[in-house]
């Protein structure tokens, strides 16, 4: 292993920077050279790829984003496309790649892995819907966003008795929904985990008006239905004005959380070492707080587990 790949794929995360940043530096500290391939399989695919140095990685590590540029590519998922990629890395020299993504990204480095190229994943997403892992890069980050929005929206609620519907990401997954809404106090959490059961939705919001409560929350994951169709049925039903904020793409950016920006260093530093050893095709991951790493095939195959321990507490705290 002389000459690593970086390269970042997929919707961005929070804490890419900090995992670009240990895996260079782990990588300079052990003699290795390092190439940023800019957005993901699409530059790889294109030859856009430069030499890394020192300083490429400096003051980056608080940083929201990718510095290398993220994008999602239809190409790499034809064997033409592939069979372009192979050329540069061969053309450039590359023996391994280090992918940062979610489970897309992470069949990408496994088809590369097949062609011969050693690659290892790490796994960075807001959804935190890779089941083999505790916790994904950028969850933390997204779900202290969608916190800090719903307080300030109780705020305003509070202040004219007004309900709010809040939609957050997540994809297929509810996590980020449910960690913010038990976070940030919601009254209903909807996932796509759990049938929505808008009767109990609007018995809520009506218990909470008979005992005086000047607001309510709902938390809404994408993909359940209609956000504002959700809030017009409260309103209509309850008599309570109810607003919808949609908070996109606000959830994937800026500076990573505590647990995304260690979990990012950490996870850099694992990835150089397991490619420095002739590993290829892990995934790396966290579960009871340790660093661990599983063949791609098989942590791609395993499914995200929806705690629904969470969403009991969640409902208990709502009554
Ligand atoms: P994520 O990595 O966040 O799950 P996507 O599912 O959009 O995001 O995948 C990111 C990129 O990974 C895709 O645009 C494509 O370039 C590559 N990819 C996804 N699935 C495959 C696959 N089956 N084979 C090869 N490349 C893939
Ligand atoms: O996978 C991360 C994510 O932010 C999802 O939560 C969301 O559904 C999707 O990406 C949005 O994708 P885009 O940035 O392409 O709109």
Not at 43 to 51: N, Q, R, S
Not at 88 to 117: M, P, T
Not at 130 to 142: E, V
Not at 173 to 197: F, M, R
Request: proline content about 2%; aromatic content about 4%.
């Amino acid at each position: 292993m002389k000459t690593i790949g970086i390269l970042t794929s997929g919707g961005d995360a929070p804490g890419m920077n900090a995992a670009i940043r240990a895996i260079a530096r782990t990588a300079f500290a052990n003699g290795l050279r390092v190439k940023g391939i800019r957005n993901g399989f699409d530059g790889l695919i294109k030859g856009d790829i430069y030499e890394m140095n020192i300083s490429s990685v400096a003051d980056i590590v608080h940083k929201g984003g990718t510095i290398l540029g993220s994008a999602r590519s239809l190409e790499f998922k034809t064997k033409e496309g592939q069979d372009k990629a192979m050329e540069i890395i061969k053309n450039f020299d590359i023996d391994g790649i280090v992918v940062l993504g979610g489970d897309g990204s992470f069949q990408g480095a496994n088809v590369l892995h097949e062609r011969g190229i050693k690659t290892i994943g790490i796994p960075c997403t807001i959804d935190n819907d890779m089941g083999y892992t505790d916790w994904t890069i950028g969850f933390d980050t997204a779900v202290e966003t969608c916190k800090e929005a719903i307080s300030k929206l109780r705020d305003t609620s509070s202040s004219h008795g007004r309900g709010n519907v809040v939609e957050v990401m997540g994809r297929n997954c509810g996590d980020i929904a449910l960690y913010a809404g038990v976070a940030g106090g919601a009254e209903s959490i909807l996932v796509p985990e759990v049938p929505v059961d808008m009767e109990q939705v609007i018995s809520r919001v009506q218990r909470g008006k008979a005992r005086g409560k000047l607001h309510h929350i709902v938390v809404v994951a994408e993909g359940i239905g209609n956000p504002q169709n959700i809030a017009k049925e409260i309103q209509d039903k309850t008599g309570v004005e109810t607003k919808l904020t949609i908070l996109g793409h606000v959830q994937r950016g800026g500076s990573p959380a505590l647990r995304d920006a260690i979990m990012a260093s950490e996870m850099g530093v694992k990835a150089v070492e397991l490619l420095m050893e002739g590993k290829s095709s892990l995934a790396i991951g966290i579960k009871g707080g340790k660093i661990f790493s599983m063949y791609i095939p098989d942590a791609i195959k395993i499914k995200s587990e929806f705690n629904t321990e969470l969403y009991t507490i969640a409902s208990i705290l709502a009554n």
